[in-house]
Structure formats: C-alpha cells, structure tokens
C-alpha cells in the first residue's frame, strides 16, 4: 500500500543561510524606500522620506560574508535601534554611513497547526537610521492585499551580519516573530510576500524603508501514505498518515473503507489524529503534518476481501462529511481480480512412517489473510484430519508466472506429519486444503479464509511388476516390486502361483528396499519396501493350464487371513506355433516351436498326418531336428519351461497315403521313443497335399498308357465312332487295372444318372470344368456319391464293374448342350489327359 508523495516538497527548516520555501520566486528580494516605489503596494501610505537611503537595492545573497556561528536568537534592548538617533554631529559613526545597500535574508519559515507563520531572519540597511519600529509584513500576491503584520519587539543580535554589512543596526537586525494568518488564508492564497519595514511610525505606517523577500508559494498539495493493511482478531486494521494544508479549515477526520465492486460505503471512522514528526520533516509548509498520522480498524465481516476494496482518507466539516471535504484515495488494497492458484508438488507415504506434503498456493488476498494453514480432509468420512499452521516457503519460479500476485514468491509449503498420529484408512480419498485466513486459531476457520483445494488422492493403488519371471526346473522364479495401499497393517508379503484359478505352491518373501518404485509411486504406502527376488518351488508339470501370480499382503504370519490380494496377467504353460508348412511335389517342409511346462521328462518329438475328414492318421516321423534356440518364444513365454528351446524342424517324403488329401498335422511331445505314451500335442490349421491339383482316376497306377481308340480325338483305332471323335479319355480295366474309381479333382457333385449308351455317370463341377465319370458302373449301388456333396480329389466316386472307365472334360457346365456335341470336334470337349497330366504340379 502506499500515498501519494508532493514531487516539488522540500525540507529547508535546518538549512543556514538559505532561503525556507517551498516554491520561491526567481528573485531572491528586493528592496523598497521612497525613491523606488514596488508595484506591490500595501495598504495605508508609501510617504516619500528625505532621510531614507537611496540609490542602487542590493540583496545580501552571498551568504559566505556571513558569520555561521551567530544564529541563535537573542533579546536586545530596543533602545539600541534609537540610540543612533541621540548621536551628536560630533561622534564619528561607528558604521559606513556611506553603504546605500539593503541587504536581508529569512533564514526559515515555518507553520504551525493553527495557522501562524514563524519567520526568521534579518535585515540590515543604512535606511533604518531614524525608523525605530520594524515590522513583518505579509502581502497576499493573489488579492494584491495586505494579510497580517507583526512588530520586532525583541531584535535578534546578529554579529555575523555587522561584519558582513557594517551598516546602521546591523548587529540587532535579526528577527524571530510569528505571524497569526489564519488557516483558511493559508489554504487559499496561493502566493505570499513576506515584506521586512523599518518605519517611523508606531503603526508600521508612515516613512519606512522595506526589504521584500522572495515570494512564497505554500504547499497545496494532497499528501497522504498508507502505513500498513493488517488483520487482528477479526479486525481490518489500517494506518498511515494524511497531511494538505487543504484540511486547515476541516477538523473531523474520518477514515473510510469504499468497495468498489458494490460501489458503496462498507465502513467508516472518525479518527484522532496522532503525531507524526517524521511527516512535519518531510513536508514543513504543510500545517497539520505533525500531527497528521490515523489507525482505524473494522469488523471484518463486513468486508468482501474478494472485492475492490480502497482506504479513504477525508478532512471534513462535519462528522457526516456531507459539508466541504478534501479527500486523498489510496490505491486499492485488494484488487478485485481474484486470483487462486495452486498445486500439489508431493504428497509422499512412499517410507510408510511419515507424510510429506509440498506444493504452493498463490492467492491475491494473502497479504491480508495472513495466516497459513495446511489441512488433510477424509473426504471419505466427510471430516478434518488434521491441521497445522505453516510458515511459507520461497518459490521464485511461482512469482515469475503470476507477477500479478504480490505474495506469489512466498506461496510454497512443506509439511511432514507422523503417519502413526493420523490414522490413514485404505479406501478412503483424502484432500490436502491450502488455507489463507485471518484467523490464526485453530484452523483459521473463524476468521475470513480462502482455500485451495488440490486434487483428491485415492488410498486404493495396488500395482506391481515383474523385472524377471521365468520358469525352472526347481519352480517358477519371479522378480520385482508390489505395491498397495493395503497392506498398511498387513506386514506378511507372499508370492502365490495359481494353475487354472487353484493354488500350486506359495513362498513367503521379506520385501527389499526399491528407492525407484518410491520415486516414481509416493503416494502409495510404504512403496519403498516393496522388491522381491525369489523361486516359488513346485514341479513344472504342475502347470497344465493357464497360470497366475498371485501378491498378497497379509497380517496373518500364514498369509490365511485378512489379506489383501492382487493378480498378475495369466501366463500360458503350453504354446506352439507352426512357422511353415512347405508342400513340394515330393516332400512336405514342416517348422515351429513347442513349448510346454508338460515337456518335463518328454525327451521325443513326433509329426503326425491324420486325414482332415477321418481323423485317420495317414502317417508319421519321429523329428530329430529339435531343442532349436527360440529367443524370441522365451521372451513371449517366460513361465514355460526351456521355451528358449522350443523349435524344431522336418521334411517328410509325400508318400500315397499322403498324396491328394487335406490333412492336419500333430506336433507331439511324447515319453515314448514310438510316439506314443505320455505325450503333449500341438494341431495345425488344414493342410493341402495336393488336393486342388489334378490326379489320376486310378492312383496307384497313374498315368499308364492308352491305345489309340482310347485317346481323345480322332486318333487310329477310333474311326468306328461318328466323325472318328472321341469326346474323352479311356481308362480300361486291363491297362489301368483296379476297382474303386478316385475323383481326379475336387468339387462338387452336380449330377447321377442314367443314359443309354453311357450306362450309369456321375458329373462333377470343378468351377471351372464339368468333369463326367460314365461307363463304369452297371447299377447305382457302384456309385459313392450323391448331388451337391462336396469331394477332394482323390475320393472314391465308385466302383468300377465293367471293362474301361471315359472320362470327358468340358466348358460347358450344361450337361445336355455339351453331350449333343459328343461326335462335334469343335472345342466343347477338352483333352483329359493334357488337363491331368499338366494339372499335377498345380
């Protein structure tokens, strides 16, 4: 808070030899007798006197001529001033009667609180010889007027002047009078003239020689300074001081509280002025300024610290300061604009033993509600925790962002409270209030406070994490950290492995230090005693299904009872993948990994092909290509056992039993050298051996061969047929021997039936041919299939009864149209054995 200060004010009261004014005109005086007349004329007569000097004014100015040690006042008898006038013609002058100058100086002048003008000075002139009576004179510039004099009763000795001027007098032409001019005189006149006359007349009038000192402005200026804004029990307590020459008239002085949000009055005082010395220092020419000092205090309650609250001082006429007033408005001492910032820098549990809560709040109002507290709130339970009054701590970079705010640079706090003194329960959500208030009981609750409340913290983390697991012939070994704000009052620590839901074994662990985890996890209690490093025992063949860790915190030595539990991730105990599933024209390519906890003991690895639509197994190998290095399997995982060395790899040999089917191949893990026994699987998705290729119609003769007649086209042997075209391709009994009729595609059947000149046929729809089986079967009962089943190649359509099987292939997926062109070389029928025999490698 702070008044405002008069720029052009300065202290003369002490200063030798130097003229005491505030404003002073650019003359430094100027003298006055009957033959130079001032065009500031005074009342009554200017009479022109023979006997007054005469000649050029002077201005005693330079003030080294000056004896510095002859300025304390002294009484001299005034018939020393006359005493020159008895001297006879015959006595020699003791002074240079030849000295036309006047010389004078005011040392000071001062004001008292009721309106009189102390003056001192001097002055000396050879025109004072014959003029007994010296006055003071005060001329008003602005009223051309005469305002007040005072007769020099009691000369002042001044030696220092006789040596300087050694003119008539000059050792009693010092003067000390007080001028009586009334207050009100002085708070309107806006310049004065103090005017020094030896005269020859009682009065002041008559023949008289004068010195006209420079002209003083005195201070009209509004001076005030608020002191300090405090707040005591309940109370708004302000002090400083206001000093204008304005109030010299105005004596009820009243302090007032104006808020400028509501725009009205919210308190009022009158106040009695105290003493101010320091202020009658700074500012001489102001009247009441000595005693220009004010306290006042206000109930509290009746203040909106949050609005724009401004102090006003005020001089008035009445104490309703309804008549004439002056006025000073200090700056606001609240702003208004509120501003209440905050945030929580820890709040730390992390050593289980204490609570340590910093952070900072920056709030505009603070330099009033001085009073800090910091409060731990159970919102939970809806009730105060605790509370304690704080010192404020330096936070610089808070300043630098809300400059706005004065006190920001003090808005810091650390508190550490003994954990064992509050009672913390887990669960429960808690706020930390950062409090400034007016009060400094209790909570600051009773006074005008304001809060800050930061964001709730929830005591219900549980979290934990694994830096290793992995498991071991001995068991699963696991390392890290668990955490929970629940196992305040749990102090057993057990590590706990679950197959499918159901507990395998359990360890009890003493929990290490882990600074990391308190670092990173303060609010959750106790977290720096969290780490552990140990294998939980148990035969790795245990784990059939999916397994679990399970952290609990206890306070039964047992870990039975009153626990607190969390879960990790479920981990599989077996996992396998087939990386590649290669088929060649001869060999199937076949690589992955298999890893099992169940492979304990299984020393053999087996591929087995069963049949996709049976489940018939068609065969198997033994693998030997095993134990291949999977880093990359162990690092997916860790909880099976030797998944670094989980891969393997085979090629098999497409054998008959393989060839033409949709198979699904087993990896086995097994404890007999057969493959059989003891045994872990791993099934692949459906497998193609050349199932959507072309096959021949008898596969264990395959192509074979084929006379002339039974070629498709118009070959030698055929000419028996009309246009010597044959629409297909013979397979006969003797040169492709055996009964049961494979389809050389897969598909769809699309049609059985009966015509004469084919005998019974099936037709099959490729989707892209029409595949017809005709002439092998005598009756219904030799053929396997029935419309819209779907085959793979190699199935069996039939059986075959009579002496050749045709096979016809075409476009035409319209079985009549294409049959009307059985003899017709036009396209419709295509090559079987070019479709088959180009067909086989896809």
């Not at 099992?596 to 087996?606: A, E, G, L, R």
């Not at 892209?768 to 396997?784: K, P």
Request: glycine fraction near 8%.
């Amino acid at each position: 808070m702070h008044g405002k200060v008069s720029a052009d004010q300065i202290d003369n009261t002490n200063q030798n030899n130097a003229q005491a004014t505030a404003t002073v005109d650019t003359q430094n005086g100027v003298s006055s007798n009957d033959n130079n007349t001032n065009t500031n004329s005074l009342t009554d007569s200017n009479k022109t006197n023979d006997n007054t000097v005469t000649g050029t004014n002077y201005v005693a100015s330079d003030t080294n001529n000056i004896s510095s040690g002859n300025t304390n006042d002294t009484t001299a008898n005034t018939n020393d001033v006359a005493a020159a006038d008895t001297t006879t013609n015959t006595a020699k002058p003791d002074y240079n009667v030849n000295d036309r100058g006047n010389y004078a100086y005011l040392d000071s002048v001062k004001l008292d609180d009721n309106g009189q003008v102390q003056l001192k000075g001097w002055h000396a002139t050879n025109g004072a010889q014959d003029k007994p009576y010296h006055y003071i004179i005060a001329y008003d510039n602005t009223t051309k007027s005469e305002i007040g004099r005072v007769q020099v009763t009691d000369p002042v000795t001044r030696q220092d002047i006789k040596q300087a001027h050694n003119v008539y007098g000059a050792a009693q032409s010092g003067f000390n009078v007080t001028l009586n001019l009334g207050a009100d005189v002085l708070a309107n006149a806006d310049s004065i003239s103090f005017i020094s006359r030896y005269t020859d007349n009682i009065a002041g009038n008559g023949n008289y020689t004068d010195f006209w000192y420079a002209s003083i402005t005195f201070d009209r200026e509004n001076h005030a300074w608020l002191d300090s804004v405090t707040i005591k029990d309940n109370q708004l307590q302000v002090s400083g001081w206001h000093a204008t020459n304005q109030a010299t008239n105005k004596k009820y002085h009243t302090i007032i509280i104006y808020d400028r949000t509501d725009n009205k009055v919210v308190g009022s005082q009158i106040v009695e002025n105290s003493v101010r010395p320091d202020v009658a220092k700074a500012y001489p020419n102001v009247i009441n300024a000595d005693e220009s000092g004010f306290f006042a205090s206000f109930d509290l309650s009746r203040l909106n610290l949050n609005h724009q609250l401004q102090i006003i001082s005020r001089y008035g006429t009445n104490t309703a300061g309804n008549g004439s007033n002056v006025d000073y408005y200090f700056t606001p001492i609240t702003n208004g604009n509120y501003t209440n910032q905050g945030y929580l820098d820890s709040f730390n549990i992390s050593n289980g033993k204490q609570l340590t809560i910093s952070g900072w709040h920056a709030d505009d109002i603070s330099k009033l509600e001085n009073n800090r507290f910091l409060i731990l709130f159970d919102n939970t339970a809806n009730r105060q925790v605790e509370a304690v009054k704080i010192n404020s701590v330096k936070r610089s970079d808070v300043a630098k962002v809300y400059q706005s705010v004065a006190t920001a640079d003090q808005s810091g706090f650390n508190v550490t409270l003994d954990l064992s003194d509050l009672n913390l329960i887990e669960g429960h959500s808690y706020s930390v209030v950062s409090r400034y208030s007016t009060s400094a009981n209790g909570n600051g609750g009773d006074g005008q406070y304001t809060d800050y409340w930061f964001k709730p913290i929830v005591l219900n983390h549980q979290e934990h994490y694994f830096d290793q697991i992995n498991m071991t012939n001995e068991g699963l070994h696991v390392a890290g950290w668990m955490i929970s704000d629940y196992s305040h009052g749990r102090d057993n620590a057990y590590i706990i492995i679950l197959n499918n839901g159901k507990e395998i074994a359990r360890q009890k662990v003493e929990l290490s230090n882990r600074a990391d985890v308190a670092s990173a996890r303060p609010t959750v209690y106790n977290s720096i005693k969290s780490g552990f490093n140990t294998t939980v025992k148990f035969n790795p063949a245990l784990a059939t299904g999916n397994l679990q860790v399970l952290m609990r915190f206890s306070s039964d030595a047992n870990g039975n009872q009153d626990y607190s539990d969390q879960y990790s991730q479920n981990y599989s105990s077996d996992a396998n993948y087939f990386d590649a599933i290669d088929v060649s024209d001869s060999w199937v390519y076949v690589s992955g990994w298999h890893a099992s906890d169940q492979s304990v003991n299984k020393p053999y690895q087996y591929l087995i092909f069963l049949d996709a639509d049976t489940g018939q197994e068609l065969y198997r190998e033994r693998v030997t290509d095993i134990n291949r290095s999977r880093t990359d399997v162990a690092a997916k995982y860790p909880t099976i056992i030797n998944a670094d060395k989980s891969g393997y790899q085979l090629s098999v040999k497409i054998s008959p039993q393989l060839d033409h089917h949709n198979v699904r191949i087993i990896h086995r893990i097994t404890d007999d050298i057969n493959g059989n026994g003891n045994y872990v699987d791993a099934y692949s998705d459906l497998v193609s051996i050349h199932n959507n290729r072309w096959a021949w119609p008898f596969p264990s003769v395959g192509q074979g061969s084929f006379m002339g007649a039974q070629l498709f086209g118009v070959n030698p042997g055929g000419q028996f047929r009309q246009n010597g075209f044959h629409d297909g391709l013979d397979f006969g009994a003797y040169d492709h021997p055996g009964t049961q009729v494979h389809a050389i595609h897969s598909g769809t059947i699309v049609g059985v039936g009966y015509t004469a000149g084919l005998d019974w046929y099936v037709l099959e729809d490729t989707g892209e041919y029409l595949v017809v089986y005709q002439e092998a079967f005598s009756n219904r009962g030799n053929i396997n299939v029935t419309p819209g089943q779907k085959i793979e190649v190699g199935d069996v359509i039939g059986n075959r009864d009579t002496s050749h099987l045709h096979v016809g292939i075409t476009r035409e997926h319209n079985f009549n149209r294409a049959l009307a062109k059985s003899f017709t070389n036009d396209g419709t029928w295509l090559n079987p054995l070019e479709i088959i025999r180009n067909g086989l490698n896809g």
